[in-house]
């Protein structure tokens, strides 16, 4: 049974989620910017593996600070990086890194000529929509024969609102799947974050501080057999061709 207070507190909750849903100015909150340690703490593990090579399009990019940590910032040749998003605010502060950007719905027909692309990253964005099929699609026509795709998604609730759905690994994979040769496939452990003050059982608690202080090499291998224990999961890719697998 829900009660009135209940009731209320989830209308609140939801209404603070719709105002984070204001795309146009999502990268001008405080609590929304990300710095070079968000980055190093999920990705830094297997940054080496994750190559920008030739013409490079990240879709649904927001600030490009994810790409500005890929290249290094310190590294004159900036490649020639394009960022996809809706967000205006987004879009502004890619501008700053000079890479090119271009406003545009994930969900919508990219803008993209075929074949335009020789790396496309899609890195924390389809647990926010509806459409993904169709951004895969999109993102598979614009990838050159011999290009490369990484995708990143992240394990977590779902609101419903902000975050549509939650993806567990193996459904990652398989959608993938569809449109995609897999390649290689990594893990992002579940614990790598300090634990947070919240609601939960004493016992839940302790497990998640014990979690914790383990040693990442052992989250990292846990993570790869027990699906659960998975933050993100990241696949690498290449194209698929009436013809078969393009390497």
Request: proline content about 3%; charged content about 25%; some cysteine.
């Amino acid at each position: 049974m829900i009660t009135k207070v209940c009731k209320k507190e989830i209308h609140v909750e939801a209404e603070k989620v719709k105002q984070i849903m204001d795309y146009s100015n999502y990268w001008d909150q405080p609590k929304i910017i990300r710095t070079l340690k968000y980055y190093e703490l999920r990705y830094s593990h297997i940054k080496d593996k994750l190559l920008p090579v030739g013409n490079v399009l990240d879709v649904g990019g927001g600030s490009g600070q994810f790409m500005a940590y890929m290249l290094n910032l310190d590294r004159k040749e900036f490649y020639r990086v394009t960022i996809m998003d809706i967000s205006d605010s987004g879009l502004k502060q890619a501008k700053g890194f000079r890479f090119n950007t271009i406003k545009g719905d994930v969900e919508q027909s990219f803008v993209f000529r075929e074949k335009m692309f020789d790396t496309i990253f899609c890195f924390e964005v389809m647990e926010h929509i509806d459409n993904y099929a169709s951004m895969l699609l999109e993102i598979k026509n614009c990838l050159s024969l011999n290009g490369t795709f990484y995708i990143a998604v992240p394990n977590m609730p779902s609101d419903g609102i902000h975050h549509k759905r939650r993806w567990y690994p193996n459904e990652v994979i398989d959608e993938v799947r569809k449109y995609f040769a897999i390649d290689q496939i990594y893990r992002v452990p579940a614990f790598i974050e300090k634990p947070l003050c919240r609601q939960g059982s004493i016992l839940q608690k302790l497990l998640e501080k014990i979690m914790y202080r383990l040693p990442f090499n052992l989250k990292w291998f846990i993570a790869n057999h027990y699906d659960k224990m998975t933050m993100i999961t990241i696949i690498k890719a290449n194209k698929i061709t009436s013809s078969g697998y393009l390497k």
